[in-house]
C-alpha cells in the first residue's frame, strides 16, 4: 500500500472510530501513532517480533496502564498477546488450535526468556458437518470456512478446569469466540477484565448484551497494529466483591 493510500485509509478508519464513539483522548492518541500504524501496516510484521496484540491502540494503551507484574492471564488464541502479557510480567495460560503456530508462540517466548507461559494445543474435532450457529455460543462453532464442520468445544471448555474467579484477565481472541466467551465469564477475578477482540462482529452480539447490564463495559474502537480494517476491543470488568 503506498503512503497516499495509507493516509486515505487512516483519515477514514480515525472518522469511523470518532462516529463509533470514540472520546477526544483516544482520537489524540491514534494521530500520535500514525507513523507507527502505517510502518506496521506497510510492513506486516510478525506479532511475535513486534510483541503487541493486535488490539486497537487505545486498547494496548489501557492495558499498558492496567498490567502489573504477577497478573494471571488467559488467553484464547495466542501471539502478540501471549508476548505482551509475558513481557509484563503475568503468568500466562494460552489456548491455541494451530499446530504450526503454537510451535512458533512457544519457540519465541523461549528465545525471550518468558518462562511463566503455559500454551497448550487444543485441536478442533472434525465432526461431518456443521455444528450449527457460531453466534450461538452451545454451538461450538467457527465461522471459518475452513472450519465449517469442526466443534472447538473442548477448546472452548478448556478453562473450565481453572477455579471460579482465577484470572486477572481473560482473553478472548481466537476461534468460537461466544462459546469462549461464556465459558470465561466465571473464570474472571472480582475486579479482573474479560476481554473480546473485534467485539464489533455481528455473530458476537448475543453474548456481549447477555453481560452487558451486570459487568461494567469499557469500548475502544479505533485502528490496530498492521490491520487495514477499523474494529473494537472490548473489556467488561467483573463486579469487585
Same mark, same amino acid.
Given at each position: 500500500?503506498? =503512503?497516499a ?5 487512516f ?21 500520535? %501513532? @500514525?507513523r ?18 493486535? #488490539?486497537? @491502540?487505545?486498547? $494496548?494503551?489501557f *492495558?499498558?496502564?492496567? *498490567? ?5 492471564? #488467559?488467553?484464547?488464541? /495466542? ?13 500466562? &495460560? /494460552? ?6 503456530? /503454537? ?15 503455559? %500454551?497448550?494445543?487444543i %485441536?478442533?474435532?472434525d465432526?461431518?458437518? +456443521? ?9 461450538? +462453532?467457527s ?21 471460579? =474467579?482465577?484470572?486477572?484477565?481473560? *482473553? ?15 473464570? &474472571? ?5 474479560? $476481554? ?14 447477555? $453481560? ?8 475502544f474502537?479505533? %485502528?490496530?497494529? /498492521? ?15
Amino acid at each position: 500500500m503506498t =503512503n497516499a493510500k495509507l493516509l486515505v485509509t487512516f483519515t477514514r478508519l480515525l472518522r469511523r472510530s470518532w462516529l463509533e464513539g470514540a472520546d477526544a483522548a483516544s482520537i489524540k492518541l491514534h494521530l500520535s %501513532l @500514525y507513523r507507527q500504524w502505517a510502518d506496521s501496516v506497510a510492513r506486516q510484521a510478525s506479532p511475535l517480533t513486534e510483541e503487541v496484540p493486535w #488490539f486497537t @491502540y487505545s486498547a $494496548i494503551d489501557f *492495558l499498558q496502564r492496567t *498490567l502489573m507484574p504477577g497478573m494471571m492471564v #488467559f488467553e484464547y488464541g /495466542s501471539g502478540g498477546s501471549t508476548m505482551f502479557w509475558a513481557k509484563a510480567g503475568a503468568s500466562v &495460560v /494460552s489456548i491455541e488450535h494451530d499446530e504450526e503456530w /503454537s510451535k512458533a508462540v512457544v519457540a519465541a517466548a523461549a528465545t525471550r526468556g518468558f518462562d511463566k507461559v503455559d %500454551l497448550k494445543l487444543i %485441536l478442533p474435532v472434525d465432526v461431518g458437518a +456443521s455444528p450449527g450457529d457460531p453466534a450461538d455460543p452451545a454451538r461450538y +462453532s467457527s465461522s471459518r470456512d475452513e472450519y465449517k464442520t469442526f466443534s472447538f468445544e473442548a477448546y472452548a471448555k478448556a478453562i473450565d478446569a481453572y477455579p471460579d =474467579n482465577s484470572f486477572d484477565i481473560v *482473553l478472548v481472541d481466537g476461534r468460537a469466540r461466544p462459546s469462549c466467551f461464556v465459558h470465561a465469564q466465571s473464570k &474472571v477475578k472480582p475486579g479482573g477484565w474479560l $476481554i473480546l477482540d473485534d467485539a464489533q462482529r455481528e455473530s458476537y452480539q448475543r453474548v456481549q448484551r447477555e $453481560i452487558d447490564s451486570t459487568w461494567a463495559r469499557k469500548a475502544f474502537p479505533g %485502528l490496530a497494529p /498492521s490491520k487495514d480494517q477499523w474494529g473494537t476491543t472490548a473489556m467488561w470488568q467483573k463486579a469487585a466483591g
